[in-house]
């Protein structure tokens, strides 16, 4: 059983930085493209980012310049350095891997983050 465990979110002021983690197991994560995927109350789950093993890096437009996605290969684990957070980007965050040779889609259980002073 594939598991993806978020960690890193809480609250933070406006213009203040989280990095969130999250580490996966049981798969070869190498063949995987690992995400950030955010829902905010009342909307639609959405990607943040994303990230290939080879380092090809996406980003939504609304996040572009303030937040980061990389990946350490060895340890298994996906980060989501994000800075100048705005309180538009309060919404539970999720961590996805979708394999590249079938497609299979995995979820962690989510990590709140809130942007608030």
């Known amino acids: 059983q594939v598991q993806l465990v978020e960690s890193g979110g809480g609250l933070v002021q406006p213009g203040g930085s989280l990095r969130l983690s999250c580490a996966a197991s049981?798969?070869?994560?190498?063949?995987?493209?690992m995400g950030w995927y955010r829902q905010a109350p009342g909307k639609q789950r959405e990607l943040v980012a994303s990230?290939?093993?080879?380092?090809?890096?996406n980003y939504a437009d609304s996040v572009k310049g303030r937040f980061t996605i990389s990946r350490d290969n060895a340890k298994n684990t996906v980060y989501l350095q994000m800075n100048s957070l705005k309180p538009e980007d309060t919404a539970v965050y999720y961590c996805?891997?979708?394999?590249?040779?079938?497609?299979?889609?995995?979820w962690g259980k989510g990590t709140l983050v809130t942007v608030s002073s």
């Open positions: 049981r798969i070869i994560f190498r063949l995987y493209v």
């Open positions: 996805n891997a979708k394999n590249m040779l079938d497609g299979m889609d995995y």
């Open positions: 990230t290939t093993s080879g380092g090809t890096t």
